[in-house]
């Protein structure tokens, strides 16, 4: 049985939605892309449903507008490993669940992120949860690519540190 025929999804359905959402578009057997194709990313062990739900909770345990999709898929690409498959199939079948229940197809189609953020809301005690969440935290902003985003300039120690550079320069008070 196949990694597609497990989660009953096509690659037609997949990219078929993932186009029609302007998210991702499957390219090739466990392959991800970005619509404009700046970006890519290949799958091995998870499935390309699974690495889709994975970039979707992503962005909605932390969201931000001016991150784009390559930095999270980055920050969860760590989860196609064996040793984190079966955890990675349960966690998105919970989460396909808790879509189907709301009258949703999966998780990773929903329109809506409030709908989504419920759900994870619901499962926000969950082992698989947190283990996602914890390795967001250094996964996404561990990126130096995203520093310039949040107007973070890196450590300063090597360029003599803050004294001297913007330390006191404190406008808003």
């Not at 909605?60 to 920050?75: G, M, S």
């Not at 310039?148 to 360029?159: D, Q």
């Amino acid at each position: 049985m196949t990694r597609m025929e497990r989660t009953g999804l096509t690659r037609r359905a997949l990219l078929s939605r993932a186009v029609a959402a302007g998210a991702l578009s499957v390219t090739g057997a466990g392959f991800i892309a970005a619509p404009d194709a700046a970006w890519a990313l290949e799958v091995s062990v998870i499935s390309e449903h699974e690495m889709a739900t994975l970039l979707q909770m992503a962005r909605d345990i932390y969201p931000h507008d001016r991150v784009a999709d390559q930095f999270y898929a980055l920050a969860v690409k760590g989860y196609d490993a064996e040793d984190k498959q079966a955890m990675v199939a349960e966690g998105v079948a919970a989460l396909d669940a808790a879509a189907k229940t709301a009258g949703h197809s999966d998780y990773a189609s929903m329109g809506w992120e409030e709908d989504r953020v419920k759900i994870l809301q619901g499962m926000e005690d969950a082992p698989f949860f947190q283990t996602v969440r914890g390795g967001l935290v250094t996964g996404l902003y561990n990126q130096k690519e995203v520093w310039p985003l949040f107007g973070y300039e890196g450590e300063s120690f090597s360029k003599g540190g803050y004294i001297n550079r913007g330390f006191d320069d404190i406008n808003w008070l």
